[in-house]
């Protein structure tokens, strides 16, 4: 039985096409859900004859794909700039006062902030310009002098700025376990240390920093490193010996030369 091939109508599985594009040259990382895509198809317009034409043209010349310039964070927000207002407490306006040049040239020359001290509502004040190039630059900075305030160094603070996997977190040792009175001033006197020689031996051994701050402790460094020294010092807080700490210590720091 002979079959008129042009009486046959062209409705086949779009999942059986042969590939028309090489996907190697499909640079695209737009990735839609899977609704989107059925809108997309339900109000795309009939005219499939065009979009063949333009695939074929589309193999036929290579088409330049559009590289588009950075925006800064200026023009980002449309012209208009962002503010963050970080507090200074009252036991850190000396350091504040001391250490200011230090604090301003990563973030005026680094950054392309415009900074300032408001002396009314003691905080320091940042915000964006026509030169400021990073949209996260605002935000770095903030966390960069909220480091600061916490008590860590400039020195110590300033790596906020430069490497991205670093973070501060903040706890109490009444978080731990309740403690209070004397109770809570030996757990505190014991993750200090003599001299501060336990707390530079966390330090040293899990490359952190840490600020004792009365019942506060403020840990600075990566997630994985913050861990560790988390960990020694909620087993000082619960009453371990220094010994099987620093014994603890030793090893980490092993495994970490290792490691690195």
């Known amino acids: 039985m002979m079959v008129d091939i042009q009486q046959i109508p062209m409705e ?149 700025l430069r490497l991205d996997d670093l973070f501060v977190e903040s706890f109490q040792v009444t978080d731990v376990k309740i403690l209070r009175g004397d109770h809570l001033s030996r757990a505190i006197g014991r993750v200090a240390g003599q001299d501060g020689k336990t707390r530079f031996a966390i330090e040293n051994a899990t490359r952190t920093r840490i600020v004792i701050a009365d019942s506060r402790i403020h840990l600075l460094g990566s997630y994985a490193n913050i861990r560790l020294a988390r960990n020694a010092i909620c087993d000082l807080i619960l009453g371990a010996p220094p010994g099987k700490v620093y014994n603890n210590m030793r090893n980490v720091a092993k495994r970490m030369n290792e490691r690195y």
């Open 12 to 160: 086949m599985d779009s999942n059986n096409l042969p590939n028309i594009v090489d996907p190697s040259t499909l640079t695209s990382r737009i990735i839609q859900s899977e609704s989107i895509q059925r809108e997309d198809l339900e109000n795309k317009p009939g005219d499939d004859e065009d979009d063949d034409m333009a695939m074929e043209e589309g193999n036929n010349g290579s088409i330049e794909q559009p590289t588009f310039q950075k925006l800064s964070a200026h023009a980002a927000r449309g012209g208009k700039a962002e503010y963050r207002r970080v507090r200074c407490p009252a036991h850190r306006y000396t350091p504040l006062r001391e250490n200011w040049e230090q604090l301003l040239t990563p973030l005026v020359e680094y950054l392309k902030l415009q900074v300032r001290f408001n002396t009314r509502t003691r905080s320091v004040e940042m915000k964006t310009s026509r030169h400021t190039l990073d949209t996260s630059s605002l935000q770095k900075g903030a966390d960069f002098i909220s480091a600061f305030m916490l008590g860590f160094e400039p020195q110590d603070a300033v790596a906020l």
